[in-house]
């Protein structure tokens, strides 16, 4: 129920649930329409409820969570990492017996009360590893060979995509997709490139590299900046993404020839769908949880991050720690031309 991004570092946990558990009810309850996105087609899960309960309000959000405790749940596992009491709430009122979470940082009495069994967090090890370590608390073990974050596209979304490029003529070209939002919750968004730095490197890149085309993907929070980096940028060269969901996104990014952000959701989804050159810019959110899972990527490094991410976040329910101006000033340090050379050198 946390980010969207968390949810698809949930599915290979998922798919051992299923592999550990093949006749049981696997159901997923995620908060975002793009979280629902991302597990539709799912074969190792038999539901998918969604609701947004910020949005809902109280009242509401708790009618709907005490209606899934018709489904009588056995177990229910609050998937790393999901700080905020709030989940252990959700999960108390839906009733499963056993309810399992990692422990946090801000863990304190009433979180205990509210499960049943916990577990220690490691942010030396990847998120998806950490939900691994919930399969022994329910009697199961780890059995795949592999394990990947999973997007089961179909060929409607195949479809889509070959259209899009046909369309725009793209075929055969050079095309770096690039994501200048992140999450909108606490303090998040200043973890963000500086949107005057991607509209400069886009000039750098429409001057110096008319073979790279560029593609600015995001949700409608983000179409205020893409009219921001378009004004500056070669309108034949440049062009905003409009998709109906993440799953028409995580297509058409699946074909880009190299991918660039910080760690957003849509860098977890480039890493899903195995795009080529994936790029990351260094945030202090960034962290050994979170680097994107089983895909190849190059690290564009923060000379004040300098792989310190633990010293900014930790998973204690809290904001990035600094000021507004020092976290701006941080990430302002990662320099247009740092970033320009490593995208063309591997273009």
């Not at 979304?157 to 369309?167: G, N, Y």
């Not at 260094?282 to 994107?292: D, S, Y």
Request: glycine share 6%; with cysteine.
């Amino acid at each position: 129920m946390a980010g969207i991004g968390d949810t698809l570092l949930a599915t290979p946990l998922i798919h051992e649930l299923r592999a550990n558990f093949p006749d049981a009810t696997i159901d997923a309850l995620v908060m975002w329409a793009g979280a629902k996105d991302l597990l539709e087609n799912n074969p190792h899960l038999n539901r998918v409820h969604h609701k947004n309960l910020i949005k809902s309000g109280k009242v509401e959000s708790f009618e709907f969570l005490w209606s899934l405790r018709r489904n009588h749940y056995d177990i229910s596992i609050n998937t790393h990492p999901q700080s905020r009491m709030h989940y252990r709430i959700a999960a108390r009122i839906v009733g499963a017996p056993v309810r399992i979470s990692h422990e946090y940082e801000c863990f304190n009495w009433l979180d205990r009360k509210l499960v049943t069994k916990t577990l220690p967090q490691d942010y030396t090890r990847h998120t998806v590893e950490n939900n691994f370590d919930i399969l022994p608390l329910i009697g199961g073990k780890v059995t795949l060979p592999k394990h990947e974050t999973e997007i089961f596209l179909t060929k409607y979304e195949e479809e889509f995509a070959r259209e899009f490029f046909e369309k725009h003529q793209l075929n055969g070209k050079k095309i770096l997709g690039m994501h200048v939002g992140s999450g909108g919750t606490k303090n998040l968004p200043l973890k963000r490139w500086p949107l005057k730095n991607y509209a400069g490197l886009v000039r750098k890149l429409n001057k110096e590299r008319p073979d790279i085309h560029v593609l600015l993907f995001g949700g409608p929070e983000e179409a205020k900046d893409h009219q921001v980096v378009l004004a500056q940028s070669d309108r034949d060269l440049t062009m905003e993404v409009k998709t109906q969901n993440l799953r028409q996104t995580a297509v058409l990014i699946k074909h880009c020839s190299a991918f660039l952000s910080v760690d957003t959701a849509l860098m977890h989804i480039a890493a899903a769908v195995k795009v080529r050159n994936q790029v990351d810019i260094e945030a202090p959110t960034l962290n050994p949880t979170n680097v994107p899972y089983g895909n190849p990527y190059v690290l564009v490094k923060n000379p004040v991050v300098n792989g310190r991410g633990l010293d900014f976040y930790r998973y204690d329910g809290g904001d990035i720690k600094g000021t507004r101006e020092e976290l701006i000033a941080c990430m302002a340090s990662v320099k247009i031309e740092t970033v320009f050379e490593t995208v063309t050198g591997l273009l």
